[in-house]
């Protein structure tokens, strides 16, 4: 049996860690005790307006790095999870949107292979004859063994046209495995999603779609491809920093890859969902809005997203 192809990192950037860091981790979580009593709050889903919409553009968190975005008439989501319990950590909240009041699904969009980010019985709900699943390279496989078929791979910087969106998937600093066995034997990225070039005189935003990511100089990369007006990053998930730091950002750094990818308008995600770290929701808001302040931003340059809530993107 042919050995199977192991994806890496910009600049071979490792993710690995040794059993003594493991160690450290578990005793430095004994002592620890935090406050995990603020939540997310849930805001009722506009589900008349977003089963009718295939005019303007539409952005709803349904929690951590799934997303209901409507694009360029297409219903597309982002890592989806609606899973109430990931390994023994139940869902802090209810997903944003219950699956079955979705409306119909045109794209999966998934960033890599985490149960966090790609929960099979979810896919199975939203996934019909008409949806197309897209997936980093190598994981494709796995996909068509679970009986989905309408599966297209990626490669980074690779692009697909779908309908009149141009969706490109992007590299990210993370790693995957799904078992004991398939480390890094699927790759890991973001998408950028475009209109497709037309002389319309008002065109939808550009949106950038992080997926799982530590901090990394491909953020400046793809800044200078993409003219990206909003921007998705994760804040969540970082403590401890010592052992976090190569596969998630910290909230500043989420500042900092805004600040690279040179967009307009950033929506935090990856936190408030699961306990995935030993970081709070609140403390990633405040370390958030503490940098804000520190860079001289505006408000109105973050969005905070409630679960369930939706954003209309203004054409330019």
Do not use: C
Not at 147 to 168: K, L, P, Q, T
Not at 171 to 200: C, I, K, M
Request: proline fraction near 7%; charge should be neutral.
């Amino acid at each position: 049996m042919p050995r199977r192809m192991r994806y890496n990192n910009l600049d071979n950037v490792s993710t690995d860690k040794t059993l003594k860091q493991f160690k450290q981790l578990r005793e430095e979580r004994r002592r620890k005790k935090k406050d995990y009593s603020f939540l997310i709050p849930n805001k009722p889903p506009e589900l008349d307006y977003l089963q009718a919409n295939r005019e303007e553009s539409t952005i709803t968190w349904i929690g951590h790095s799934t997303f209901l975005i409507q694009y360029q008439g297409l219903n597309i989501v982002t890592d989806p999870v609606w899973a109430m319990r990931m390994g023994f950590q139940r869902r802090l909240t209810e997903p944003g949107i219950p699956i079955h009041q979705l409306p119909p699904i045109d794209v999966i969009l998934i960033s890599h292979s985490h149960y966090d980010h790609m929960h099979f019985a979810s896919i199975r709900r939203i996934y019909h004859k008409d949806t197309t699943i897209i997936v980093p390279v190598g994981l494709g496989r796995k996909m068509w063994r679970k009986g989905f078929y309408n599966v297209h791979e990626m490669s980074w910087w690779e692009r697909i046209r779908i309908g009149e969106a141009d969706i490109s998937f992007v590299p990210t600093q993370h790693w995957t495995r799904r078992t004991p066995f398939d480390t890094n034997t699927s790759h890991w990225g973001g998408y950028v999603l475009e209109p497709v070039p037309s002389e319309a005189e008002k065109k939808p935003p550009v949106i950038y779609f992080a997926g799982d990511s530590g901090y990394f100089r491909g953020f400046a990369e793809i800044g200078e491809r993409y003219q990206i007006d909003v921007a998705l990053l994760p804040i969540g998930a970082y403590e401890p920093e010592w052992f976090m730091t190569s596969q998630h950002t910290t909230p500043e750094e989420a500042l900092q890859a805004f600040v690279d990818v040179k967009a307009k308008l950033m929506i935090p995600m990856h936190y408030g969902t699961f306990r995935l770290a030993d970081d709070t929701a609140q403390e990633a808001l405040d370390r958030l809005e503490k940098e804000r302040v520190r860079l001289g931003f505006s408000e109105e340059t973050i969005r905070l997203l409630h679960h369930g809530e939706t954003l209309r993107l203004p054409e330019e």
